[in-house]
């Protein structure tokens, strides 16, 4: 793997670990409505 793919791979992973920690508290509103 070219380390330019390499490095997209780890940015994509990293945002969607990010946007697993945040849709808990993107969901936390609705529930409580």
Known sequence: MS???KLGLKDMTS???LLI???PVLLFPY???
Do not use: A
């Open 15 to 17: 945002l969607q670990n």
């Open 31 to 33: 529930k409580m409505m």
């Open 21 to 23: 920690k945040r849709l």
């Open 3 to 5: 380390p330019v793919f």
